[in-house]
T-cell receptor
Framework: EPEVTQTPSHQVTQMGQEVILRCVPI?????FYWYRQILGQKVEFLVS????????KSEIFDDQFSVERPDGSNFTLKIRSTKLEDSAMYFC??????????????FGPGTRLTVL | TQLLEQSPQFLSIQEGENLTVYCNSS?????LQWYRQEPGEGPVLLVT?????EVKKLKRLTFQFGDARKDSSLHITAAQPGDTGLYLC???????????FGKGTHLIIQP
């Protein structure tokens, strides 16, 4: 069964460093998403991406974040200058249909980001 | 702010018992999804409900979407230790991309 994959599974970085989290969405899906989950808290939406541009972003997704689809398969989240409060699990998700449908989002296993 | 409130937050019952967990909101959602999440892993989809009043069954799990599409429930019959986990509900609003998640119900089924 097709699945969303994410690398690395765990990333440790120093405060102020840049990190890139990588995702390979399900191959025939058109919409891609990033979510984060701070330890003990609920999953929060960061950004959605469609047709090579941001479709929607939350207020969490500020100027230090960016997303890119550098090739036909990868979808990346870059954090330019990490802060301690960026420590969280970051989940990538993908869905087949457009935002106006009720299509299901499928989640990857997550990348645990630890900022020291 | 669209909130999804899940209750109870924690539930511990004996194997073989039945249980219901709830997901409530004051907002209308286009659809609602139930996920199960294991520690350190991503949410795994259980079911998506779309139509008000819709009922879906997945073996011993029964999911219902409220008539007004503001709430949902998950009922488990004859719970087993393998049902132990964190159950999350998440809703989509019309015209929006991002899912709104509840905080989840931590379920423990004791043998």
């Amino acid at each position: 069964e097709p699945e969303v994959t994410q690398t690395p599974s765990h990333q440790v970085t120093q405060m102020g460093q840049e990190v890139i989290l990588r995702c390979v969405p399900i191959s025939n899906h058109l919409y891609f998403y990033w979510y984060r989950q701070i330890l003990g808290q609920k999953v929060e939406f960061l950004v959605s991406f469609y047709n090579n541009e941001i479709s929607e972003k939350s207020e969490i997704f500020d100027d230090q974040f960016s997303v890119e689809r550098p090739d036909g398969s990868n979808f990346t989240l870059k954090i330019r200058s990490t802060k301690l409060e960026d420590s969280a699990m970051y989940f990538c998700a993908s869905s087949e249909e457009s935002r106006r449908s009720t299509d299901t989002q499928y989640f990857g296993p997550g990348t645990r980001l630890t900022v020291l | 702010t669209q909130l999804l409130e899940q209750s109870p937050q924690f539930l511990s019952i004996q194997e073989g018992e039945n249980l219901t967990v709830y997901c409530n909101s004051s907002s209308v959602f286009s659809s609602l999804q139930w996920y199960r999440q294991e520690p350190g892993e991503g949410p795994v989809l259980l079911v998506t409900v779309v139509t008000g009043g819709e009922v879906k069954k997945l073996k011993r799990l029964t999911f219902q979407f409220g008539d007004a599409r503001k709430d949902s429930s998950l009922h488990i019959t004859a719970a087993q230790p393998g049902d132990t986990g964190l159950y999350l509900c998440a809703g989509t609003k019309r015209g929006a991309d991002g899912l709104t998640f509840g905080k989840g119900t931590h379920l423990i089924i004791q043998p």
